[in-house]
């Protein structure tokens, strides 16, 4: 999961674990971090924007005319 924080944050976590998002970091955040509540709460008040994939988009081909040609009625 990539994030963009929009304030500077630190995240409290397990066994005294924290983890710091600069103002406009951009990147992953570790697995507990996600499952937090104070997260969950961040992302709801849009200080934490999540990006839902992380999946590289794939290029749709398209079906181009032979060069020469046109594609239209003549």
């Known amino acids: ?42 992302v709801e008040d849009g200080k934490v924007i999540v990006s839902e994939s992380r999946k590289k988009k794939e290029k749709v081909p398209t079906e181009e005319p032979p060069a020469g040609e046109t594609g239209g009625e003549e």
Not at 7 to 29: C, K, Q, S, T
Request: no cysteine.
């Open 1 to 42: 999961m990539i994030v963009v924080s929009k304030r500077n944050i630190i995240l409290p976590g397990p066994n005294g674990e924290r983890f710091h998002m600069a103002r406009d970091y951009m990147g992953p955040v570790p697995g507990w971090a996600e499952k937090s509540a104070y997260f969950r709460a961040l």
